[in-house]
C-alpha cells in the first residue's frame, strides 16, 4: 500500500525533474518591435512582438510557436532535418495555403511606382502622396500576402539598404502573423551590376559592390573569382532581407545575335559550367557559425540557376519575351551540349549544398525536341524537358519555377510585351497552368493571384482524385519549403538595417567588384604598343550621338548628344581636350551594333511577314546568305497566317550606326595620330567596319569607366580573354548554327591575330597561360563534338 507521503514525494520529484528539464537557457534582447532569442548551442531566433508569436521552452530551449496552438509542432523544431520539418508543414497546410506558396509575385520596387510597370498604391494614393515609408507595404502587396498566401516576393530596385532591410522586415511581421507563419522568401535578378560613371575610390563604401556582367565575369576564366562574387552578392542580399537569388544565367551563348548573351558565360560549355558551379557554390555555402547544416545557413542563397534546358539557341536570335522569338532551334542536333552548364555545373557542385536549389526553364518552345510526346510546347510546359529529363534522367529534386508570365496570355500582334504562353496560346489561364503543374514544375512565376492555382486543383481531382491531386501539391511544397527552411527563415527572418547598411556596399566588397573589373576588360588590338598611354599627353574623347529610337520593352527613347564619360573623371588621367588638333590620341568610346530585334511592324503593315534580320554590323546589312525558310514559325492566335519567318533579302541598318561615323570622323580629324576605340559590349559585333583604321581596341562588359581608364593609362594591365568569338562577317553569322559553339569564322586584324574564344592581350603580346591551355583544350574538345553531330543531320 502507497501512503499519502509517497505519493506527494513522487509528485514533488516529477515537478522537480520537470523543472529541470524545461529550466529555461535561453535569453532574449529586443530592438524596436523584432525579438531576439539566444539558445546554448543552437539557432538564434528572432519574432515580431506585432506578430502574436509566442516563444515555447522545451528542454530548456527557445521554438517559436508560429501557429499559436501552444505545443512545438515537427515543423517549428529546429533540431529536425529540414525534409521532416518540411513534410510536416506540407501535411498542415490548407490547399488554398500551398496554391499561395506556389505563387511568385510580379516586380516589387521599394517604394513602389506610381504608374506604368509595377505601379501599386498607399491606402489607395501614390506613393508621393500617400505620407507612407519606402519601407511600408503596398495595398497590393498586403492583398497578395494575405487573400492569396504568396510567400515568393521578387525586389527589384530599393530606395536604399536601410529601406531594403526595414521593408523586408515589415514583409516578414505581416506574414508571421498569419496562419501557419511561414515567412516570405524575397528574391532578386542580378544586382551587381557596375554603374558605367560612377567613381571608385579606394576604401570608399558604395550602395552595393559593383561587378562586371555575367559576361564580364567569363571573360576573367578566373571560377574562383566568381565564387568570391558569389560568396559577397549573398552576403549583400541576406543584409537587404533577400534569400533567393534569380541567377545564374547559364544559357550557352552560341547564338550571337541573341539579346541576352551578355548576361551568360558565354559560348563554351566547359567554361560556363565551372562559371555556374563557382557562382552557386559562392551563392549558397554558408560557413563557420553561420553555417546550419550541409553548407546551408544564414549567409545563404538559394540560387535559381537559368534556363533550362538553355534558351540560347533563338531562331535567327530573337528573343522569346516576345512571340516573334518564342522559338529555340537545333540544326546542329545539339540539345546535349545546351544543357552542359547545367548537368556538369550547377548539379554537380563542389561544395556542401550539392546542387543548385532552384530552377528555370526558358519560355522557348525547344523545337522539335520533346523525343517522347511530339510536343511543341514552351520548356515550363513540357513534361518531356521537366520530369522525363531534369526529374528523372538527371534526378534534379529542387524548385522548378516558370518564367515570368508564362500562363498569361499574349499581346495582339508579337512585339507586343505580354503573357508568353508559347504552345498554349489558344489554351485558358486555367488550363495553362494545369499543364505547367503535370508537367513537373512547382511554381508560376509573375503570378500573384491563387485563383487559377485553385481551379487547377479542381481540375486534378477531376481527373486523377484527390488523394492524387493533394499528394502532388504537397510534393510541390514540399521542394518549396525546404529552399524556406534551409536558410533559415523559420527561425529568424529579419535583419538590422543599421547592419544592413553597413554590409551592403562595404570598401572590401566595393574594391573586390573593381578588381573583377579590371581582371574582365579584352584588350584586342594594340598596334605597335600604341597602349598604355603615355603620361602627360592630350587626348580627345568625342561626344555621343544617340538618335531616337525603342528599348526592349518598345516605349520611346530620345534622341540625345552627350558625354560618352565622366568628363571630370577623365581629366584625372589625361589632359582633355575638345579639339582633335591639339591631342596626341583619340579614345572613341562606342557601344555595341544595335541591330535590332529581328521584328519590324512596318514591314508586315507592307505585306510581309514582319520578320528582318538582326545584324551585328553597324552599317547597311542585307541578308542574302540567309535561310531560305525558317526552321519554326507559327503562332495560332495572333499571326496563324504566317508559316515562315525567314528574312533572306531584307535589310537593316544598326540604330547607332552613329557610333560607327564617330570613328570614321575622329580618325579623319586626328590626321595620323593614334585613335583607340572602346567597345561597351553586350554581344558578339563584326569589327571588319573599323579595326584596320584604328590603333587599339579595348573591350569591356558592363564595367565602370575608370576600370577602362586604368588599364588605358597602365595603372593595370589587361588579362581580359573573350568569352565568345567575334565573327568575320556576317555571312558567317547566317552559316553558323543556333545551338552549336565555336562554328563561325573569326575575324583576324591587321596584326594577324584572330579574334576567336580565348584570345586576349596583356602589355607583352598575345595572352597565353593556364587559363588558354585549359579552355582552348576544351573548345577544341566541343567543336569535334559538335561537327560529329552536325555530320549526322
Not at 462 to 491: C, D, T, Y
Not at 598 to 624: F, M
Request: net charge neutral; aromatic share 10%; with cysteine.
Amino acid at each position: 500500500m502507497v501512503t499519502k507521503k509517497v505519493f506527494l514525494c513522487l509528485a514533488f520529484c516529477s515537478l522537480s525533474l520537470a523543472s529541470i528539464v524545461n529550466a529555461q537557457k535561453w535569453t532574449e534582447t529586443k530592438e524596436g518591435d523584432i525579438s531576439s532569442v539566444s539558445n546554448p548551442n543552437g539557432q538564434k531566433l528572432g519574432y515580431s512582438t506585432t506578430s502574436g508569436v509566442k516563444i515555447l521552452t522545451v528542454d530548456g530551449l527557445a521554438f517559436k510557436d508560429l501557429n499559436k496552438n501552444g505545443q512545438l509542432d515537427k515543423y517549428e523544431d529546429w533540431r529536425l532535418p529540414v525534409d521532416a520539418r518540411a513534410k510536416d508543414l506540407a501535411s498542415k497546410m490548407t490547399v488554398e495555403q500551398i496554391a499561395g506558396l506556389m505563387l511568385y509575385s510580379g516586380h516589387q520596387a521599394i517604394p513602389a511606382n506610381p504608374r506604368g510597370f509595377g505601379a501599386a498604391t498607399y491606402n489607395g494614393k501614390a506613393f508621393a502622396e500617400s505620407g507612407a515609408k519606402a519601407s511600408d507595404l503596398t495595398d497590393q502587396q498586403k492583398t497578395f500576402l494575405a487573400k492569396d498566401n504568396l510567400r515568393h516576393v521578387l525586389v527589384t530596385t530599393v530606395l536604399s539598404p536601410e529601406a531594403a532591410a526595414n521593408w523586408s522586415n515589415n514583409v516578414q511581421a505581416f506574414v508571421e502573423g498569419l496562419g501557419l507563419g511561414i515567412p516570405a522568401n524575397n528574391s532578386s535578378d542580378p544586382r551587381n551590376s557596375a554603374v558605367a560613371n560612377t567613381e571608385y575610390n579606394i576604401g570608399g563604401g558604395g550602395k552595393i559592390s559593383m561587378w562586371p556582367e555575367a559576361l564580364g565575369l567569363a571573360a576573367t576564366f578566373d571560377p574562383a573569382l566568381v565564387q568570391q562574387f558569389g560568396n559577397i552578392a549573398a552576403k549583400e542580399y541576406r543584409a537587404l532581407g533577400i534569400a533567393t537569388a534569380l541567377s545564374p544565367q547559364v544559357d550557352l551563348g552560341t547564338e550571337p545575335r541573341w539579346s541576352r548573351i551578355n548576361g551568360t558565360f558565354g559560348e563554351d560549355p566547359q567554361l560556363s559550367a565551372d562559371m555556374a558551379r563557382a557562382y552557386i557554390d559562392g551563392f549558397q555555402t554558408s560557413t563557420g557559425a553561420n553555417e546550419i547544416k550541409d553548407g546551408w545557413g544564414y549567409n545563404s542563397v538559394n540560387a535559381m540557376v537559368k534556363h533550362w534546358p538553355g534558351g540560347g539557341p533563338e531562331e535567327g536570335g530573337r528573343d522569346a519575351h516576345f512571340a516573334y522569338g518564342k522559338f529555340a532551334v537545333y540544326p546542329g542536333n545539339n540539345l546535349q551540349q545546351q544543357i552542359i552548364p547545367f548537368v556538369n555545373g550547377a548539379f554537380k557542385l563542389t561544395g556542401k549544398t550539392k546542387m543548385a536549389s532552384a530552377l528555370m526553364p526558358y519560355y522557348t518552345i525547344s523545337y522539335k525536341q520533346d523525343k517522347k510526346n511530339g510536343e511543341n510546347v514552351g520548356n515550363g510546359y513540357s513534361s518531356y524537358l521537366v520530369t522525363d529529363l531534369l526529374r528523372k534522367k538527371y534526378n534534379y529534386d529542387g524548385v522548378v519555377c516558370t518564367d515570368w508570365l508564362v500562363t498569361a496570355t499574349e499581346g495582339k500582334t508579337p512585339d507586343v510585351f505580354l503573357g508568353k504562353s508559347w504552345g498554349m496560346e489558344n489554351k485558358t489561364v486555367a488550363e495553362r497552368h494545369y499543364k505547367v503543374l503535370m508537367a513537373g514544375v512547382d511554381q508560376f512565376g509573375g503570378n500573384n493571384d491563387a485563383g487559377p492555382v485553385l481551379e487547377v486543383y479542381q481540375m486534378g481531382v477531376k481527373e486523377h482524385g484527390e488523394p492524387f491531386m493533394r499528394a502532388r501539391f504537397e510534393q510541390s511544397a514540399v521542394r518549396l519549403l525546404r529552399n524556406i527552411f534551409q536558410v533559415g527563415l523559420f527561425e529568424n527572418p529579419y535583419v538590422m538595417p543599421q547592419e544592413s547598411k553597413n554590409e551592403v556596399g562595404k570598401p572590401e566588397y566595393m574594391t573586390a567588384g573593381y578588381n573583377a573589373q579590371l581582371k574582365s576588360i579584352v584588350l584586342l588590338k594594340n598596334e605597335e604598343k600604341v597602349l598604355p598611354l603615355q603620361k602627360g599627353k592630350t587626348v580627345y574623347i568625342p561626344k555621343r550621338f544617340t538618335p531616337s529610337g525603342k528599348d526592349f520593352f518598345g516605349n520611346t527613347t530620345p534622341e540625345k548628344s552627350e558625354d560618352p564619360v565622366n568628363a571630370e573623371m577623365a581629366k584625372k588621367y589625361f589632359n582633355v581636350t575638345d579639339d582633335p588638333a591639339k591631342a596626341d590620341y583619340a579614345i572613341v568610346f562606342v557601344r555595341s551594333p544595335n541591330g535590332g530585334v529581328g521584328y519590324d511592324k512596318t514591314d508586315r503593315e507592307k505585306g510581309g511577314n514582319g520578320y528582318v534580320p538582326i545584324s551585328l554590323q553597324y552599317g547597311l546589312y542585307t541578308a542574302e546568305q540567309a535561310r531560305e525558310h525558317s526552321i519554326a514559325a507559327g503562332d495560332p492566335v495572333i499571326d496563324p497566317t504566317i508559316n515562315d519567318r525567314s528574312y533572306k533579302g531584307k535589310s537593316v541598318t544598326s540604330s547607332n550606326v552613329a557610333d560607327l561615323k564617330a570613328i570614321q570622323d575622329t580618325k579623319a580629324a586626328m590626321n595620323g595620330k593614334p585613335v583607340i576605340v572602346v567597345v561597351e559590349a553586350s554581344k558578339p559585333m563584326i569589327f571588319a567596319e573599323f579595326e584596320k583604321e584604328v590603333n587599339g581596341i579595348a573591350v569591356g562588359f558592363g564595367i565602370q569607366h575608370q576600370a577602362m581608364f586604368d588599364i588605358l593609362s597602365g595603372a593595370a594591365e589587361p588579362s581580359g580573354l573573350l568569352p565568345v568569338q567575334m565573327p568575320a562577317n556576317m555571312t558567317t553569322v547566317e552559316k553558323q548554327f543556333e545551338d552549336v559553339p565555336h562554328d563561325m569564322e573569326c575575324y583576324v586584324d591587321s596584326e594577324g591575330n584572330t579574334y576567336d574564344f580565348a584570345y586576349g592581350l596583356n602589355w607583352k603580346g598575345v595572352i597565353s597561360d593556364a587559363r588558354t591551355a585549359k579552355y582552348k583544350k576544351s573548345k577544341s574538345k566541343q567543336s569535334r563534338v559538335a561537327t560529329a553531330k552536325t555530320t549526322k543531320l
